[in-house]
């Protein structure tokens, strides 16, 4: 594993801009007209600590009629001045085309357009032009553009930015983007590092260092444990693996003596789809498969450092899903840990399985509401595409606050019907319940059906992230591989529950 911490850039709000230290100052440019349809010239407020010289260089840019001031354009030129020697406009678009999303995705291609040398200092000159609401999303996304897939390149790929400095936004705004930055990347860590270096005890230990970091309670079980608390879903799907199944519990007591929520996560670290093997284009990145509970782990870090006034436990769900002579076979079936049993029909369904047991050990701490988080079905991707999660719930009222999270946030979330007429489909004729729905069709549903036979009655939210927990391609904000999806609307939720 790559030695923690990785290297991350000092951050700090200042008032003024301090002209004899700034690096590369980044300003906000706009459409000076009201709405996109009515975009003449654009404007940029220019500090006046800057020379003269170079205030002229930065009007001339804005009146050369080259820049239109769109969200996502970057100009990056050499002012000829000592002092100052970079500066980099970046568009901020219309009001209507202003965002939170966009506001995260502005810190982070702006500093990803930076990192390919190294810079002593970056200043965000912004200020006016971001809601300040906004201010702590263009900070965590400044922090995620630090990180990314390139963690086994022999030269390094990237240089992280030694300062940061954000003109104009305030304290709390850069400390709890920079935490919800921070928290970000710990997902994606987790998702990025090779599976057999994640490995479920990989991944356990990854958590437990962090938990101690960030004062949160950790209870890993080990395989011992996990026999002795008739986890044997989690055990059956783990047992063809040489590398044993955990299960990871993370606590933070943020409230008094109310219920807890829990946010549950598929961790398969593998998923080689067992003895109903994948074929290698399907099982390429499947090292992604863990990302549910990656994103459990950054968002219990998150609520620690944020000191989120509410109880909150993280389950992760850990096996690697192989294949040997003991490999879990189609047919069998597995009492799980709350007694009913399930037979399996195809042992690539598998990440339903380990959820089984894990929303069980959820559903014994009496919480308020559960939310699980898995990448769990490619169907759920067929459906809604990559970018976009899907819901499913047995509580319109906790999907609302999950939906209304996510919508601030700007990660786009659907919900998928949980009509019962799709219950009858997983209904198995020798046990419970079977692994897989009938045929493919509704197939992100199916799986849902099956979960919800483990949540008793307890509200719960399931959210499908197989489309957007890992991309193939780069954006200008975020590299390729895992993307942290759904950390900041967890978070959020959290925080609105509180
Ligand atoms: N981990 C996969 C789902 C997945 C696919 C995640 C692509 C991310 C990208 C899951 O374990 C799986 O294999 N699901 C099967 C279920 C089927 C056998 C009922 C699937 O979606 O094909
Ligand atoms: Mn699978
Ligand atoms: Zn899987």
Redesign the pocket.
């Known amino acids: 594993m790559q030695p923690l911490p990785f290297p991350t850039p000092n951050l700090s709000a200042a008032a003024e801009l301090d002209a004899s230290n700034a690096g590369v100052v980044v300003l906000a440019v706009q459409p000076s007209g009201e709405s996109s349809d009515d975009v003449t010239t654009v404007t940029c407020e220019i500090p006046s600590s800057l020379s003269d010289a170079i205030q002229s260089v930065i009007k001339n840019a804005c009146d050369s009629g080259e820049l239109t001031g769109k969200p996502g354009e970057i100009t990056l030129f050499a002012t000829g001045d000592s002092q100052t020697p970079w500066v980099l406009l970046a568009g901020v678009g219309t009001a209507d085309q202003q965002s939170r999303g966009k506001a995260y995705e502005l810190g982070a291609s702006v500093v990803r357009r930076l990192i390919d040398k190294p810079r002593k200092q970056i200043s965000f000159v912004i200020g006016q032009a971001i809601e300040s609401d906004d201010h702590d999303a263009v900070v965590a996304g400044a922090v995620s553009a630090c990180e990314g897939q390139h963690l086994y390149h022999s030269a390094p790929a990237v240089s992280v930015p030694e300062n940061i400095a954000f003109v104009g936004f305030s304290e709390n705004a850069v400390t709890r983007g920079g935490t919800l930055g921070h928290s970000i990347n710990h997902t994606r860590r987790l998702v990025n590092e090779p599976p057999s270096i994640m490995n479920p005890s990989g991944f356990a230990q990854y958590a437990e260092k962090l938990a101690s970091e960030c004062g949160l309670s950790c209870e890993v079980w080990d395989e011992k444990r996990l026999e002795a608390e008739n986890c044997r879903a989690i055990l059956a799907v783990g047992r063809a693996s040489t590398s044993p199944p955990r299960l990871v519990m993370l606590r933070h007591d943020g409230g008094g003596d109310e219920a807890p929520l829990v946010i549950v996560g598929k961790g398969?670290t593998f998923?080689s789809?067992g003895l109903?093997l994948?074929p290698s284009e399907?099982m390429v990145?499947?090292k992604?498969?863990m990302a549910g509970a990656a994103t459990v782990v950054g968002v219990m870090h998150a609520l620690a450092e944020l000191k989120v006034p509410r109880n909150v436990i993280g389950l992760c769900g850990l096996a690697e899903n192989m294949v040997s002579g003991d490999s879990y076979k189609l047919g069998d079936v597995i009492e799980t840990r709350s007694g009913k049993t399930i037979e399996i029909l195809?042992t690539?369904?598998?990440?339903r399985v380990v959820l089984a047991d894990t929303l069980d050990v959820a559903v014994q701490h009496n919480p308020e509401a559960i939310v699980d988080l898995a990448?769990?079905?490619?169907?759920c991707?067929v459906a809604l595409g990559t970018d976009v999660a899907g819901l499913m719930t047995n509580s319109e009222s906790v999907c609302d606050a999950v939906e209304k999270a996510a919508n601030a946030e700007c990660e786009p979330v659907w919900e998928l019907p949980m009509f019962p007429l799709y219950d009858e489909k997983v209904k198995s004729k020798v046990a419970d319940i079977k692994n897989?729905?009938e045929g493919?069709w509704g197939?992100a549903i199916t799986?849902a059906k099956f979960l919800e036979n483990f949540v008793a009655e307890v509200p719960w939210v399931h959210i499908d992230i197989?489309g957007p927990?890992?991309m193939d391609s780069p954006k200008p904000h975020r590299d390729a591989g895992a993307t942290g999806v759904m950390v900041r609307s967890l978070v959020r939720w959290v925080e609105n529950a509180s």
């Open positions: 398969v998923d789809g109903s994948k399907g990145d499947m992604c498969d195809n690539d369904a598998e990440g990448t769990l079905t490619g169907a991707m897989v729905g493919r197939g799986a197989a927990a890992f």
